[in-house]
């Protein structure tokens, strides 16, 4: 879906994929039938299940899109609680495959490999005689066995996630991603009104053709709502939200 100002928000492409697909999976798709049909996007606003780093590399130079859209934060208990020393607090000397940390001692190991995602990441570890002995250990590890050990992705993937984090904490990042709200109405409706959620078919093809003709019916409502000036439905105001406003 592809927002336009001062237009309806439609749907203009359909993906219809197994349940346990992520994603993720089906950009790369959309991307290259939405350029076969002249409707690829310089700028494309996707929610947070659809971005990767490697998304996030690949699509200005594989389609010349700018993908926009929300990436996980930093969750270790070092960034969170702001007292310890977090993944920034590390110096990762690339090229020379070595991470100090901030007391000046050097890791043992800088070894390739994947996630429990399948996602490539590189995994630093330095020696239990380097951190046991530490004054800072505390701050650096709960771990009374072994030293430290960090978990990054790979240098260009490493980069741009964190100069996303940094981004989309900005008030023109969230005012620019704020005209996705439009997108979400129409997935709403597909999912309010036709019940899209839950297919009433066996087979992929079958489940893609009601998956088409719920797209159309969407933008047809959303077309007649339009052209007849259709007051929009009031934004729902949650239950915490209504005691918020009630204080």
Not at 97 to 103: S, V, W, Y
Not at 174 to 179: D, E, H, S, T
Not at 192 to 220: C, D, M, Q, S, W
């Amino acid at each position: 879906m592809t927002p336009d100002s001062g237009r309806p928000h439609l749907i203009t492409h359909v993906v219809t994929t197994d349940a346990t697909a992520g994603d993720s999976a089906v950009v790369d798709e959309i991307h290259d039938r939405l350029d076969g049909k002249g409707l690829l996007p310089s700028e494309h606003l996707m929610d947070a299940g659809y971005i990767s780093a490697k998304l996030l590399l690949t699509a200005p130079v594989d389609h010349r899109v700018r993908v926009i859209g929300p990436v996980r934060p930093n969750t270790t208990r070092q960034t969170i609680q702001t007292t310890g020393f977090g993944k920034a607090s590390f110096d990762i000397d690339w090229p020379a495959r070595r991470a100090t940390c901030p007391n000046g001692a050097t890791s043992r190991y800088l070894t390739e490999g994947h996630d429990h995602n399948q996602r490539p990441a590189i995994r630093i570890r330095f020696a239990t005689k380097t951190c046991a002995p530490c004054p800072v250990r505390d701050k650096c590890t709960s771990s009374t066995r072994y030293g430290r050990q960090r978990t990054v992705r790979p240098q260009e993937q490493d980069a741009i996630l964190e100069s996303v984090r940094t981004e989309q904490a900005t008030d023109e990042w969230k005012a620019r991603y704020a005209a996705r709200a439009g997108v979400e109405g129409a997935i709403r409706q597909a999912v309010a009104v036709t019940g899209a959620r839950r297919t009433r078919y066996i087979e992929l093809p079958k489940t893609r053709l009601a998956h088409v003709f719920t797209a159309t019916a969407i933008n047809l409502i959303r077309l007649d709502a339009w052209w007849n000036e259709k007051p929009l439905a009031r934004t729902r105001t949650s239950h915490l939200g209504a005691l918020d406003l009630a204080a």
